[in-house]
Every structure is written in C-alpha cells, then in structure tokens.
C-alpha cells in the first residue's frame, strides 16, 4: 500500500488557517497553483466521507484506504486541468472513486 502524505499548511498566507475557515473553493484555486498545504486541507475535509462511500463498495479495509488514496492523487495531478471552482465539495474526487 502506497502511503501519500500532504504537508501542513505554512505557503500562501495558509498557516493561520485554526482561525481562519477557508471555503473549498478558495482551496481549490490554491491548489490549481501548486499549493500543496491547500489540497491538504481539501483532503483532510473529504478523506473520511470519500473512503467511507469506497468501503462500502469494496468491504475491504486496506483496499479502500488505497483506492481512496490513489483518488486523492490522481485529483492533484488532474488540478491544473479544469476543476471547476463551482463544484460542491467533493464532487471532483467522488467520480475518480469510480473508475
């Protein structure tokens, strides 16, 4: 099992994020640029709901923490090319689960 971790959030003016609640959208459009701390943030918000729908499919512990895994990363390598900023939350990982 492949194991991806996503750094705390220091670039961008995001270090402050405890006091400041920052809308997917705006993690998102940091994200598009390269902004590794946003997309963690994006992870850590829709981890448990996108591996909860993958475990329920698979009824396999290890197998959906992977697939979960491998979701999140193809939508950081899919981030520059044309997530919508209008999508409700996790709708750009939940199609990927999918595949």
């Known amino acids: 099992m492949r194991e991806h971790s996503w750094p705390a959030s220091q670039s961008l003016g995001l270090s402050t994020l405890g006091t400041?609640?920052?809308h997917d959208n705006q993690l998102v459009i940091s994200s598009k640029n390269s902004d590794q701390d946003a997309f963690?943030?994006?992870v850590q918000r829709h981890q448990?709901?996108?591996f909860?729908?993958?475990f329920r499919m698979l009824q396999n512990y290890e197998?959906?923490?992977e697939v979960t895994q491998e979701a999140f990363l193809v939508a950081w390598q899919g981030l520059p090319f044309g997530v919508r900023y209008?999508?409700?939350?996790?709708s750009?990982?939940?199609p990927i689960t999918a595949l």
Do not use: C, K
């Open 86 to 90: 209008d999508s409700p939350p996790g």
């Open 63 to 65: 197998e959906a923490n």
């Open 48 to 50: 448990r709901r996108i």
């Open 92 to 94: 750009t990982v939940l």
């Open 40 to 42: 963690s943030l994006l």
């Open 52 to 54: 909860n729908l993958v």
């Open 20 to 22: 400041v609640d920052y």
